[in-house]
């Protein structure tokens, strides 16, 4: 069972879903932020697809959180989401700092990483 801090953190994850419970993969090449995503402890898939969001636990699937999500510019996204577990809103602030790689900050101020994954 994840901890309330474990939860927090993959709900704030630029959030998402997954087709099934392996870790990550190889990257294939994409533009923007557009694609699945992984956190650091490989927990949680996040997805991103035309201005939606949602986040998925990779053991049991459940959906952890839902939104949408803005680019301010070429290299940063506003993403605004619900915590599906604690149902509460949350913004999250993330930086495509490498095309594999996207700093985030919730509005709690906690930061995290995601991953890209490859496309299935």
């Not at 990257?27 to 996040?46: F, H, L, N, Y």
């Not at 509460?88 to 994954?117: D, W």
Request: overall charge neutral; aromatic content about 4%; some cysteine.
């Amino acid at each position: 069972m994840l901890s309330l801090a474990g939860v927090a953190t993959l709900v704030a994850l630029a959030g998402c879903q997954m087709d099934g419970p392996s870790g990550p993969r190889a990257v294939a090449p994409q533009g923007g932020v557009e694609g699945e995503w992984v956190d650091a402890q490989g927990v949680a898939v996040s997805r991103f697809s035309g201005g939606g969001f949602e986040t998925v636990a990779l053991d049991t699937g459940n959906r952890l959180a839902e939104g949408s999500y803005r680019y301010r510019d070429r290299r940063t996204v506003e993403i605004s989401m619900t915590s599906l577990i604690r149902q509460t809103q949350l913004s999250v602030n993330c930086a495509l700092v490498a095309p594999t790689q996207l700093n985030c900050t919730n509005s709690e101020g906690q930061q995290f990483v995601l991953t890209r994954r490859a496309a299935v």
